[in-house]
């Protein structure tokens, strides 16, 4: 078996040697779940060790370790179990998407790595607008230290990465404002900010666990940026709140981080909620503010989950004969492959922006 191939299981070719690993009453403690469960994940659902020490005797690897905390990760935000295992060994036999040409004639997907422990190659947590053109001036690859390759982006980026890569605040800050200040929110997240945290994603990934301090800088930095550049939240009118929320066990929310400035840019009432919101506090939230729209995001489709914005989507409140719905959007990349017939399912950030805008409109929310 080559160096990347793996097994019918979704497992890589190292495997402990004898006498090495974690015993399974060691796994468990570590797991917080009972031995019983563990035992059974191996037998019902193919999630054993690779790895045995004669007999009956199971020592499991820090990759076999890995799998079982992403299914306690799945099944924690209500997946079925055989579901969360299909699941993970789905995401164990994914390969990364090959890399992309150094210098193309069109921007490069954006792609940031997952959370730890998710597979490579998925989209990235952004609201992607691929209609916007890189400048002509900028088209040769731009690099920016330590071999971070930035690809077909404008000449910003190659600061903003430096600043990152040295862990510049300052600067990093200065950069970040002004590139939102020339070319507003959207183009500033679109052509600047997004390209250099998929080169910063790239390097993490193709290094290990180097980098991952970067990535968590920038991050950082962007987010405040972003709260800076917005104005303040606009006051609540009747039907023209917007709530942005991620589904539960979906922590990324920059990408509605930056949708929330854009729309408080445009005067809409913004109801932000972050990452990993409960079922329950979701549908409390939607109750209270009476939105005109509900914008759903979820990074991975595993976190993706139609019944759930259906459910938001049937949602009514008001007086009898006057009953009103909100419009649930679904964003982000995990809703891929898994459209809500009837719900807009917009692609990029202008997209959703001007989506938003027709909604609260069309509801006579907003004065022409």
């Known amino acids: 078996m080559g160096v990347h191939e793996r097994d019918s299981r979704g497992r890589g070719p190292e495997s402990a040697p004898a006498g090495s690993g974690l015993t399974t009453g060691e796994v468990a403690r570590r797991l917080g779940v009972a031995p019983t469960t563990v035992r059974t994940w191996d037998r019902r659902y193919g999630l054993g060790p690779d790895a045995h020490t004669g007999g009956r005797h199971r020592r499991w690897t820090p990759v076999d370790v890995a799998r079982l905390e992403r299914m306690c990760a799945l099944t924690a935000t209500g997946i079925p179990p055989a579901e969360a295992a299909r699941t993970v060994l789905d995401e164990a036999t994914q390969e990364p998407a090959p890399a992309a040409p150094a210098a193309s004639a069109a921007p490069a997907t954006p792609t940031l790595p997952e959370a730890a422990g998710e597979a490579a190659g998925e989209e990235a947590p952004a609201l992607r607008d691929e209609g916007v053109a890189p400048r002509p001036s900028v088209r040769a690859r731009s690099r920016a230290g330590s071999g971070l390759r930035l690809g077909d982006v404008r000449q910003e980026c190659k600061g903003i990465a430096r600043a990152a890569l040295r862990l510049d605040a300052s600067a990093l800050d200065e950069l970040l404002e002004t590139a939102i200040a020339e070319h507003g929110l959207v183009a500033a997240w679109t052509e600047v900010i997004m390209p250099t945290l ?84 979701l549908v409390t939230a939607v109750r209270r503010t009476g939105p005109a729209a509900v914008a759903l995001w979820a990074q991975s489709r595993t976190t ?39 719900l807009p399912r917009p692609t990029g950030l202008a997209e959703a922006v001007a989506v938003l805008e027709t909604v609260v409109s069309r509801q006579g929310a907003v004065s022409p």
Request: proline share 9%; net charge positive.
């Open 304 to 342: 993706a989950s139609r019944p759930l914005a259906q459910h938001v989507a049937a949602m009514e409140w008001g007086v009898r004969g006057a009953r009103r719905k909100p419009v649930v959007l679904t964003i982000g990349p995990g809703w891929s492959g898994r459209t809500v017939p009837g």
């Open 198 to 281: 998929q080169a910063v994603g790239r390097k993490w990934e193709s290094s290990g666990e180097r980098y991952v301090e970067v990535e968590h800088f920038l991050s950082w930095h962007v987010s405040g940026a972003l709260r800076r550049a917005a104005p303040p939240t606009a006051a609540d009118r009747p039907g023209a709140t917007v709530v942005l929320a991620c589904v539960p066990g979906e922590n990324h929310t920059l990408p509605l981080e930056v949708l929330a400035a854009a729309l408080a840019e445009r005067g809409l009432p913004v109801r932000m909620f972050g990452g990993a919101l409960p079922v329950e506090s």
